[in-house]
């Protein structure tokens, strides 16, 4: 069964950055839309940004200006630069990857990101 493996989550303080990659488990056919989420204590579930595998991208209001998406489609994986952190960036990040022609999707496990202001 395939699994999306997040990874570059941790502590650090504000304004500084961090590189979250995420990949599948296992190797698998071409994904569709990838992306991130994040969910922070209490809250809901938001995207912060997506990327189709022909590169057009997509960014919540929040994060425009100071994250970048990419993804490298013969490895099936994206990553999210994240730069200019501030302390409402702190939430568990989610990995997101549409099966195309499907509804369906994979999720990875989440990774934490906090940042101390």
């Known amino acids: 069964q395939v699994q999306l493996v997040e990874s570059g989550g941790g502590l650090v303080q504000a304004g500084e950055s961090l590189r979250l990659s995420c990949a599948p488990s296992?190797?698998?056919?071409?994904?569709?839309?990838m992306g991130w989420h994040r969910q922070a204590p209490g809250k809901q579930r938001e995207l912060v940004a997506d990327?189709?595998?022909?590169?057009?991208?997509n960014y919540a209001d929040s994060v425009k200006g100071r994250f970048t998406i990419t993804r490298d489609n013969s490895k099936n994986t994206v990553y999210l630069q994240m730069n200019s952190l501030k302390s409402e960036d702190t939430a568990v990040y989610y990995c997101?990857?549409?099966?195309?022609?499907?509804?369906?999707?994979?999720w990875g496990q989440g990774t934490q990101v906090t940042v101390s202001s």
């Open positions: 997101n990857a549409k099966i195309p022609s499907s509804r369906f999707d994979f």
């Open positions: 990327i189709t595998s022909g590169g057009i991208t």
């Open positions: 296992v190797r698998t056919f071409s994904l569709g839309v």
